[in-house]
């Protein structure tokens, strides 16, 4: 029971080009904001960071992917469900790691970071949405992915900016690290959920 959403999408003409532009887009700031993360110490820049390696990894892909049958993309749709859940894991241990040594992030770099990452991910997700309900699990998995990251990285600016004026401690980068785990956990459970269902509809 193909719904014909790959045939869809394959003969969208901007779709490969649209998907080449994200996973250049994604690979160019990963290696800006794991710089960053490196220099200044922030948990949730490392874990904003891996995302970005993430986000290239599903949308490359999904680009792979482009005219495989409903059940292939299916499979796939949970692989990269699992894909999702590598920045959480490890910013679980980054942020042990700052929890036995909690020295604040530079909050101006934190909040420049976040604001870069912010316009990055906005330019991905406007490209992406328009393709978010024809493709089914792959799609929806690089939209959801753009998505969360710009709520991710707005409060990455607002966090560099409670460090700066309001609280000089480590605590509200290392929360807000843990929050984007348990965010991209969620985002790898519906992806998840949304390739079973393509998968029992393609059997």
Request: aromatic residues 6%; charged residues 15%; glycine residues 8%.
């Amino acid at each position: 029971m193909d719904t014909g959403d790959g045939n869809d999408l394959t003969a969208h003409p901007d779709l490969r080009r649209i998907l080449r532009r994200v996973v250049a887009l994604n690979l160019g700031y990963f290696g800006i904001e794991f710089a960053v993360a490196l220099a200044i110490g922030s948990v949730a820049l490392f874990a904003d960071s891996i995302d970005f390696l993430e986000d290239a990894s599903v949308n490359l892909l999904i680009l792979l992917g482009l005219g495989w049958s409903l059940r292939q993309r299916a499979r796939l749709g949970m692989v990269l469900a699992v894909i999702l859940l590598i920045p959480g894991l490890a910013t679980l241990w980054t942020a042990w790691q700052k929890f036995l040594a909690p020295v604040p992030p530079a909050p101006v770099a934190l909040s420049l970071a976040g604001t870069g990452a912010m316009l990055v991910n906005l330019a991905c997700a406007a490209m992406l949405a328009r393709f978010r309900a024809r493709g089914g699990s792959l799609m929806r998995a690089a939209f959801l992915s753009a998505r969360n990251d710009v709520l991710a990285n707005i409060a990455i600016i607002l966090a560099g900016l409670v460090t700066a004026h309001l609280w000089a401690s480590a605590w509200p980068d290392l929360i807000l690290g843990l929050g984007i785990a348990a965010v991209n956990a969620d985002a790898a459970r519906e992806v998840w959920e949304a390739a079973r269902e393509e998968h029992r509809a393609a059997a």
